[in-house]
Each structure stands twice: as C-alpha cells, then as structure tokens.
C-alpha cells in the first residue's frame, strides 16, 4: 500500500483533515486488523509520515516501523545500488552515463546505504539520447512544502538560500512528525522535507547546545532535486523572466 497518507496532505491542505483521519482509520484498520483481516497474510505500508503516529492504528500494536533513517537490511531496497547501476550501465551498454545518473539522480540514504530513484534512472536510460532533467517529484507532498516554505519566515529563507547555494545546514530529524508539528514549530519542515525525498541526511552528531539530541547534515540530494526547489522559489519571486527567482530570491 503504496503512499498511504497522500489523501491526508490533500485533506490537511483543503480543510478536512479530522474527517478523513476517521475515514482512514475505518478503512484501513478494518483490512489489517488481525480480527478481520482473514485472507491476509502481511501487508507493507509506506508514506511520509509513520502511520502510528497519526493514531489511524492507534489499537494495532503489531506494526514493524521502519525509516530511512535506519541501518535495515531492506534499505538496499528503496531503490538501485551502487552495484545494480553498473550491471545496468553494463547491460544497456551505456557506461558513459554513469556521472550524469549519479549527478541527478543518486543521494538519497537510508541507513548506511545509498541509493538512486530507480523511477528516475529507468526514465532517463528509455528517453535517450534526451538529456537529464527531472523524472521524479513528490506530487503528494508538494502543495504542502511549498505552502510551508513559502509561509516561512527569515530563518527558513536563510537555511534555503543556503541549500540552493550547495552547502548543508544542521537539523534534528524528528521521526515521529505529524503535519500539526510543522506549523508548532517551522524549523520541523525540515524533517519533512527529508522524509519526503528532497533533502538527505549524513553525519549525525549530538548538538553542542543539547548533548543528548541527535542532528545530521542536511542538503540537496542531487540535481534532479534542486530543480525542484528551483522551480518553487522562481514560482515565488520571478518577475518576467523565468531565471529572475532564483536571483531576486537570493538578493533579498
């Protein structure tokens, strides 16, 4: 069950979102609930946000939960390998590609390992010889960050203008993330961002200002990616010319 939570952003975005947590928790919770669930056997979730958490299986206490911030011998299956990006290249007899796919579309860690967005790869190696560009962007996700990023205040400019020029900035990942955490507090964008697929996560410390809270590096995974935010600071800031946002968004 693929992206779970997509009907719950659009709900969160237009302004139903109890009504369809009721409606999520019925329906879903009376499929995979061990009473009724009888021809059943397992069921994989997955989504943006930790199905706990939102209380839609508040009474089903068998869940496994696994994220991306975890060392799991299925994070290898997220997406292709460093291995399985050659024996493509090989077979496809295209070992020239292979900076312009790790450039665009390589970055995104789960645990310790590192993957590529097979959905971009396979579309990129089938359209050739077009040129990269993105394959891949989480529409689910996208109203939400750019109502948020665009919501946000200087704090938020300063840590995008930051991204957009290359470097990282340093955040804790809040695992357990509702969407009524990113309006308590906008700095938790940043979580959502990660766990939405626009920004990656390394080199773990504890904070100096907190010694038992975690922060990893965060930054933009790849190119494919930075088109992205691209377009949504240019939607915000351009004036005529559509390279102006970016511009006017970094001079201001």
């Excluded at 009907?7 to 109890?18: K, Q, T």
């Excluded at 939102?54 to 060392?71: H, Y």
């Amino acid at each position: 069950m693929d992206e779970y939570d997509t009907p719950m952003i659009e709900a969160w975005s237009n302004n139903y979102y109890h009504e369809m947590t009721k409606f999520m928790r019925s329906w879903l919770g009376g499929g995979l609930k061990h009473e009724n669930a009888h021809a059943l056997y397992r069921a994989v979730i997955t989504g943006i946000l930790r199905v706990a958490k939102e209380s839609i299986f508040s009474d089903l206490n068998n869940l496994k939960v696994i994220t991306t911030l975890q060392s799991h011998k299925l994070s290898q299956m997220f997406g292709f390998t460093g291995h399985e990006i050659d024996t493509i290249l090989s077979d496809f007899s295209i070992p020239e590609q292979e900076k312009v796919i790790r450039e665009w579309y390589n970055g995104y860690s789960f645990g310790d390992q590192v993957v590529y967005n097979p959905w971009s790869v396979t579309n990129y190696i089938d359209n050739l010889p077009d040129p990269p560009g993105p394959h891949w962007l989480n529409t689910s996700a996208n109203t939400l960050v750019y109502e948020e990023l665009g919501g946000g205040g200087m704090e938020i400019k300063r840590d995008m203008e930051k991204l957009l020029s290359g470097e990282e900035i340093r955040y804790p990942i809040t695992e357990t993330i509702t969407f009524n955490d990113i309006r308590r507090n906008p700095a938790n964008i940043w979580s959502f961002l990660y766990f939405s697929g626009y920004l990656k996560a390394g080199d773990p410390k504890f904070a100096d200002y907190d010694p038992g809270l975690l922060t990893y590096a965060l930054s933009i995974p790849n190119k494919e990616i930075r088109a992205a935010y691209k377009q949504f600071v240019n939607s915000q800031f351009e004036k005529g010319d559509p390279s102006s946002g970016i511009s006017s968004f970094l001079s201001k």
